[in-house]
């Protein structure tokens, strides 16, 4: 190789190095090179109470994220654990929320608004010195059928979160971009819903035009007056009948129809 043609494939090397570090999002390096950790419960914003805990369908009430994390951490080893800020480097703080992220289409206003929620875990690496966070991860819970589905997932999601912690420390370069994030499953549920909403409507929409249509061409003509009365008392009857089965076989054909958010 040539003296000319090596240097230049150096420049281009430089190049991309410079141009990536620009683009880096680095991970602060306290957070990197810290061997001591304080973890703190920050139960929840507004919805810590015991009393609220218990309307949902996860079991240990409000302190469950921080048992759950501390003893993950434990198993973990990687941090020792303190219990003091003055003794450590970094102060890892885990709490549960359940933000509502939409509402289910009402079939009165009359009725409660059906919330759907986002259960999630957040964890906040802060700094133990002044408390400001240095950098935060988010899990969120997969909505769960029964009980024992509901708690299952929200053990996935502390393990899930961990797993996040360990690939900061031990390979910060993996970070994915925001971008490339999937939707929170609250998200997508939602999403999910109200596709599925529309895809009803539209469903119903045709169908009741096409049992309508072929009400229309069905309709036999006659002469005799009180004969036409009953045939047509009749078919208006079947066709309100047909009508109805179009607009409810419609809407099923539609909620059920494939759909794939993001």
């Excluded at 914003?45 to 369908?57: C, I, M, P, R, V």
Aim: glycine share 8%; with cysteine; proline share 6%.
């Amino acid at each position: 190789m040539s003296r000319v043609n090596a240097w230049g494939i150096r420049c281009l090397a430089t190049i991309v190095a410079l141009a990536s570090a620009a683009n880096a999002q680095p991970v602060p390096r306290q957070v990197l090179v810290a061997r001591t950790v304080l973890i703190g419960n920050g139960g929840s914003e507004s919805y810590g109470a015991e009393s609220y805990y218990h309307l949902t369908k996860y079991d240990g009430g409000p302190d469950r994220p921080y048992r759950a994390f501390y003893t993950a951490m434990q198993s973990w080893g990687h941090y020792e654990l303190v219990g003091s800020t003055t003794d450590a480097d970094l102060l890892l703080v885990i709490k549960f929320t359940n933000p509502v992220v939409d509402r289910a289409q009402q079939s009165s206003t009359e009725t409660p608004p059906d919330w759907i929620y986002d259960p999630q875990l957040d964890l906040s690496i802060n700094d133990p010195r002044t408390g400001l966070p240095l950098w935060t991860i988010t899990e969120h819970i997969e909505p769960g059928g029964d009980r024992a589905v509901a708690n299952k997932r929200y053990d996935d999601a502390v393990t899930r979160l961990v797993d996040d912690l360990k690939r900061i420390i031990l390979n910060p370069d993996s970070i994915v971009s925001p971008e490339s994030i999937a939707l929170p499953p609250g998200a997508l549920a939602a999403a999910e819903r109200r596709r599925r909403e529309i895809h009803s409507g539209i469903g119903a929409l045709l169908g009741g035009t096409a049992a309508s249509i072929l009400a229309a061409t069905t309709f036999n003509r006659c002469d005799d007056v009180q004969a036409c009365a009953t045939h047509g008392a009749s078919h208006a009857a079947k066709g309100a009948l047909g009508f109805l089965s179009g607009v409810a076989l419609g809407a099923a054909i539609g909620w059920y129809l494939p759909v794939h958010i993001q």
